[in-house]
């Protein structure tokens, strides 16, 4: 119990050291540095590109999370129940839609979007990541036949949009605990939402709970994760993402716990769980962009 209750004040001391840090990088800008990307998160993701795809690795909590987050953008897209099975008539429902994917890492999300008819553009600060996103898809021969489009790119969503490009849905999947300065790197999220389109947000709750479980089981009892996957000074509370999509002119509409169980390697949606969330967001018609891009 000793040894638990050291280990705890040990992270509990490195969480505070990292609240009070702030490290920002610029990456093939000539404008202004105004990069939310964490250096260390970049460096920590490259290390690791090369082992996301192992369903067995790391990272196999996010392949199983495509059971809960791939259902809840097509529902959100097709007008459907958000929690529920899509009520799909063919087998590429998404067929139109355009979907970006912010932070979308070796595309563990983009691909199954891709083969369901979308036409998915990701990107990833981390060149590694966008490297074996793309030569994984070159691979599957389904997702040239999906009648969608699959495309990726190595950049900050600063940098994206700058471009001015427009998506009917944009979804940042266990990304904001990884963001450095959210409340600036929400706004260029907001920008590149169609009117009337949605922004899908899975991420983690600031909370003993996720203390407990996300970091202190997870990394360091369990070794579930790698021991500095998560700082928990990064982790945003639901009330706090909110706040921050309202001001940017976006309108909540669905907000839900989830809950993975290691044993099962299976997700599901709960009343409470005091860690992991999903948050959807429309742009209402007629919102105007609060955040201007540069050129």
């Known amino acids: 119990i000793q040894s638990i209750v050291g280990l705890g004040n040990e992270m509990l001391h490195r969480v505070l050291r990292r609240?009070?840090?702030?490290?920002?990088?610029?990456?093939?800008?000539?404008?202004?540095?105004?990069?939310?990307v964490d250096e260390d998160e970049l460096e920590k993701f490259s290390r690791r590109a090369t082992q996301m795809w192992d369903m067995n690795g790391p990272d196999a909590p996010l392949h199983y999370l495509n059971h809960l987050r791939v259902p809840m953008i097509s529902n959100v897209l097709l007008n459907h129940p958000i929690e529920g099975q899509p009520a799909c008539h063919t087998s590429r429902p998404l067929k139109g839609y355009h979907i970006l994917d912010v932070g979308c890492g070796?595309?563990?999300l983009c691909e199954p979007l891709a083969r369901l008819g979308a036409n998915v553009t990701?990107?990833?600060?981390?060149?590694?990541?966008?490297?074996?996103?793309?030569?994984?898809s070159s691979q599957d021969p389904s997702l040239t036949a999906s009648g969608g489009s699959l495309n990726y790119q190595c950049c900050t969503i600063e940098e994206f949009a700058r471009d001015s490009q427009q998506f009917d849905l944009v979804v940042a999947s266990e990304v904001l605990e990884h963001v450095t300065e959210i409340d600036k790197f929400l706004p260029h999220i907001c920008t590149t939402v169609k009117q009337g389109g949605h922004t899908v947000f899975t991420t983690?709750?600031?909370?003993?709970?996720?203390?407990i479980t996300a970091i202190l089981l997870a990394e360091y009892m369990t070794g579930l994760l790698p021991v500095g996957?998560?700082?928990?000074?990064?982790?945003?509370?639901?009330?706090?993402?909110?706040?921050?999509?309202?001001?940017?002119?976006?309108?909540?509409?669905?907000?839900r716990d989830n809950w993975y169980n290691p044993l099962t390697r299976a997700w599901s949606w709960?009343?409470?769980?005091g860690v992991g969330y999903a948050m959807v967001a429309i742009k209402p018609p007629g919102i105007e962009d609060k955040q201007e891009t540069k050129n």
């Open 122 to 136: 990701g990107i990833d600060p981390v060149e590694e990541n966008i490297t074996v996103a793309v030569k994984h």
């Open 204 to 211: 983690i709750n600031r909370t003993l709970t996720s203390y």
């Open 106 to 108: 070796v595309g563990i």
């Open 19 to 36: 609240i009070t840090r702030v490290n920002l990088i610029s990456r093939n800008l000539s404008g202004p540095r105004d990069i939310t």
């Open 229 to 255: 996957t998560h700082d928990w000074g990064k982790f945003v509370r639901p009330s706090e993402l909110e706040q921050l999509l309202t001001s940017n002119g976006l309108t909540v509409v669905f907000q």
């Open 270 to 273: 709960c009343a409470r769980s």
